[in-house]
């Protein structure tokens, strides 16, 4: 059996690691023939994260990159895309896909913002996401909210497929000072440096982890800011009290981002503060694995709350039996596969 995976972002980066690699894993230990390609190289995923004018030599790579692409999309039993292959207006690979052999569409983020924007013009808005949905074979939606969308507007099969994370064999050993911690990307930035700037006179006995966005830190706080890499968010959250999840709702994809900051933390046995939304909801039980906040109020009680050691033990370790419980990234793996398995020619 050939299988065939494409992401527009590197392995490296936490969503398309955390996404393709458990099942392909799997795959490859059947004997599977598992060929995987990404848009972006590993080595200039920085530089697209920076965005802006660093962008254009990544973009000129990933699409010189496409020919690799197309001379590995014969002969197929079955693809697997994660989001999408491109991170621009174009569906070519996706479309010479569907012609060779049916394709899964594995969406972990709802990337299909009715708005006009430029952004809407560049990386092709609703209609490139309405494609992929109507063509796809079936398609493995991250959270609920993404499944809901995926029903409401076609009748492929939908089969809601969490975003797992390893689970580290012993959980975090915070100790003194105290340690939150955030893990992210240049996107989501603003997300945690509003959030910084609004409890900036309530953070005075914390150090802040931030991995993986360059923020704007208020003065006075004592924030430590990380380029991502696994080896330095292993590092961050094995030493942290607990984790924070802000989310803007006014954004317009907010409401469907997954829980995977939720899912990671606790894995660590770290209780989670986190914006009140439908996924996060689903992964975080309040007031027992943390809490779900809406204001300003919500997220000083909160950091009052976990400053408590024995809360913040009884909250983290049943955080971390619920994502051994529910989240296990083998048991999904293993799920994933049975789906696969099913177009072997």
């Given amino acids: 059996m050939r299988v065939w995976t494409g992401a527009a972002y590197a392995p490296t980066t936490a969503s398309t690691r955390l996404r393709l690699d458990p099942f392909s894993e799997v795959l490859r230990s059947r004997n599977v023939d598992v060929c995987h390609w990404t848009f972006l190289s590993a080595e200039s995923s920085s530089d697209w994260a920076a965005g802006g004018k660093k962008r254009i030599s990544p973009a000129i790579g990933g699409f010189a990159r496409m020919n690799a692409a197309k001379q590995n999309t014969s002969h197929l039993d079955v693809a697997v895309i994660q989001r999408e292959c491109v991170p621009f207006n174009t569906l070519f690979l996706e479309k010479r ?13 709802s990337l299909w913002s009715n708005g006009v924007s430029v952004s809407s013009f560049i990386r092709g808005g609703a209609r490139k996401y309405e494609y992929l949905l109507a063509n796809a074979a079936e398609v493995w939606a991250g959270n609920q909210v993404i499944a809901d969308w995926c029903v409401s507007m076609s009748d492929t099969p939908v089969f809601l497929v969490p975003t797992t994370s390893p689970i580290p064999t012993a959980p975090a050993q915070p100790a003194l000072p105290r340690r939150l911690a955030w893990v992210g990307t240049p996107s989501t930035g603003p997300f945690i440096e509003k959030l910084l700037a609004e409890l900036q006179f309530d ?47 006014s954004h317009p994809l907010a409401l469907g981002k997954s829980a995977l900051k939720a899912v990671l933390f606790g894995g660590y046995g770290l209780p989670t503060i986190a914006t009140r939304t439908t996924s996060n909801a689903d992964v975080i039980l309040d007031g027992l694995t943390g809490r779900l906040v809406g204001n300003k109020a919500g997220w000083k009680n909160a950091l009052a709350e976990i400053s408590v050691i024995n809360i913040r033990d009884e909250w983290g370790s049943l955080a971390r039996k619920r994502m051994i419980d529910l989240y296990n990234p083998e048991k999904w793996a293993e799920f994933q596969v049975e789906r696969i398995m099913n177009y072997k020619r």
């Fill in 203 to 249: 953070l005075g006995d914390w150090i802040v982890d931030i991995v993986g966005a360059n923020i704007q830190v208020p003065a006075g706080l004592n924030v430590v800011l990380h380029s991502w890499s696994q080896e330095t968010e292993e590092k961050v959250l094995s030493r942290a009290w607990a984790g924070l999840y802000p989310i803007d709702l």
């Fill in 97 to 109: 896909l569907a012609l060779k052999a049916p394709f899964i569409w594995d969406i972990d983020d």
